[in-house]
């Protein structure tokens, strides 16, 4: 069994002229939590993309597990769960519902699915809930719901973009504990992006400050803070390498946002 959960090599991702990923060497540990940081527009979302075998990968190689995502893509998603930035839970279905469609969705065997399910729901505290549409609940138990979906299938490595986003602090802290739990009991490997840095400094052991496509700070998130020099953190680490572009949102960021805090009340 290999000790690297994702390895990337010499990754580039363009977008006509845009070059969104350039040339990104980068290891995932087996078994780590890893933060993936960045302003929007590093790359980020486009290296997730590229992972979890939704874009191709026309120069390098990426790899989970030592399975090559260009060459053996469903090979690749029995080992992934992916919560993606936008929503993904279905409003129209119940919680069983959502949940059994991923099952089925990630080839989940027959005979295992309602069990699979049941224990899904039930690790995200969502079992008194599932038999409800997902329209009634609240903006925590959506995305509580979607790990439900993505573990489902008992994923090796599970990844998160921006998993947090237009949750209240204790919706926040509520679903990094459901997320601790599961892999206290499974080793699971965890990729995150989150642009909340009191996130990464509490969940991840390690991260990787990403910028106009490439890797520009690695380590964990003491290492790089003290690097800055005492009393400094990774809010400072951050603004050490982006400069002004902390806060840098296109305007089609900001709607896509507030799109998404609308949803999640």
């Known amino acids: 069994m290999t000790d690297c959960a994702v390895r990337i090599s010499g990754l580039r991702q363009a ?11 980068l290891t995932v540990r087996a078994g780590e939590v890893f933060g993936l940081l960045g302003p929007n527009g590093a ?8 992972v979890t075998t939704l874009l191709p990968v026309p120069r390098g190689t990426v790899a989970v597990f030592g399975v090559d995502v260009a060459v053996r893509r469903m090979a690749v998603r ?3 769960g992916y919560v993606p930035q936008q929503l993904s839970a279905d409003p129209a279905l119940t919680g069983t519902e959502n949940v059994a469609l991923f099952a089925r969705l990630f080839d989940v065997p027959r005979r295992e699915r309602g069990a699979r399910v049941r224990a899904a729901i039930e690790a995200m505290g969502l079992a008194e809930a599932a038999g409800r549409t997902a329209n009634t609940y609240s903006g925590g138990m959506v995305r509580r719901l979607e790990l439900a979906q993505a573990l489902v299938s008992s994923p090796r490595l599970l ?11 204790v919706a926040r802290t509520s679903l990094w504990q459901h997320v601790g739990e599961v892999r206290a009991r499974t080793g699971m490997t965890v990729l995150v992006t989150t642009h909340y840095m009191e996130e990464a400094e509490q969940y991840c052991d390690r991260v990787a400050l990403m910028h106009r496509g490439q890797i520009k700070a690695l380590g964990s998130p003491a290492e790089l803070a003290a690097g800055l020099g005492e009393g400094e953190n990774l809010e400072d680490v951050f603004r ?5 572009e902390l806060s840098g949102r296109g305007i089609r960021d900001v709607r896509t946002t507030r799109r998404t805090a609308r949803r999640l009340g």
Not at 15 to 25: I, K, P, R, S, W
Not at 162 to 167: S, Y
Not at 240 to 244: F, K, M, R, W
């Open 15 to 25: 977008f006509g002229e845009t070059v969104a990923v350039d040339g990104l060497d």
């Open 78 to 80: 029995r080992l992934i």
């Open 43 to 50: 790359g980020k979302t486009t290296t997730l993309r590229a």
């Open 159 to 169: 990844i998160l973009d921006e998993p947090t986003i237009g949750l209240d602090p």
């Open 240 to 244: 050490a390498y982006t400069g002004d």
